[in-house]
T-cell receptor
Framework: TQLLEQSPQFLSIQEGENLTVYCNSS?????LQWYRQEPGEGPVLLVT?????EVKKLKRLTFQFGDARKDSSLHITAAQPGDTGLYLC????????????FGKGTLLTVNP | SQTIHQWPATLVQPVGSPLSLECTVE??????LYWYRQAAGRGLQLLFY??????ISSEVPQNLSASRPQDRQFILSSKKLLLSDSGFYLC??????????FGSGTRLTVV
């Protein structure tokens, strides 16, 4: 069974601070995705990374896929209250029966 | 673009009553469809997935079943709800390795 461990589970910071959240596994994934979920809503895809060592930037968010494709990180620069939410990472196993394994998430609160 | 519609948004049902949650898709054909359950706003547990009409794979033995009567319709059902069936149910679709599109979810409370 593939497992994804996310850390920290909870993070509360002040507006303007930087932060990094982590997603780790002992398994290799064909792709790694990050989602953000707000209360009472479904998760929304932020990014997909597929190549070991790949780095993608989305405005103030930087995503990195580990060289061995077993881990990933999400770095947010100058966090804003609008960044508040549950950040979920998910690993893809590929194939025609494409399924994702989700981590339990990091609950981020950015205080104004 | 792909859109996914899920309803109702909230549902309160007594123990022992039946359940039917529906999910419909627009903007794509032959998607993979998924039902997830999320407890206490945390990780997602895959319940069922479908790669085509009438094709259902169950991930977790439980009190629920799923059906896909049409390409763009996915239904989650139960004959008799249990208290432990309470949770946030999410329908999702994928058309490749690029990621999932999720519905807005149904908050089910069994009382």
């Amino acid at each position: 069974t593939q497992l994804l461990e996310q850390s920290p589970q909870f993070l509360s910071i002040q507006e303007g601070e930087n932060l990094t959240v982590y997603c780790n596994s002992s398994s290799v994934f064909s792709s790694l995705q990050w989602y953000r979920q707000e209360p009472g809503e479904g998760p929304v895809l932020l990014v997909t990374v597929v190549t070991g060592g790949e780095v993608k930037k989305l405005k103030r968010l930087t995503f990195q896929f580990g060289d061995a494709r077993k881990d990933s990180s999400l770095h947010i620069t100058a966090a804003q209250p609008g960044d508040t939410g549950l950040y979920l990472c998910a690993g893809g196993s590929g194939g025609s029966n494409y399924k994702l394994t989700f981590g339990k998430g990091t609950l981020l609160t950015v205080n104004p | 673009s792909q859109t996914i519609h899920q309803w109702p948004a909230t549902l309160v049902q007594p123990v022992g009553s039946p359940l039917s949650l529906e999910c419909t898709v627009e903007g794509t054909s032959n998607p993979n469809l998924y039902w997830y359950r999320q407890a206490a706003g945390r990780g997602l547990q895959l319940l069922f997935y479908s790669v085509g009409i009438g094709q259902i794979s169950s991930e977790v033995p439980q009190n629920l079943s799923a059906s896909r009567p049409q390409d763009r319709q996915f239904i989650l059902s139960s004959k008799k709800l249990l208290l432990s069936d309470s949770g946030f149910y999410l329908c999702a679709l994928s058309v490749g390795p690029g990621g999932y599109t999720f519905g807005s979810g149904t908050r089910l409370t069994v009382v």
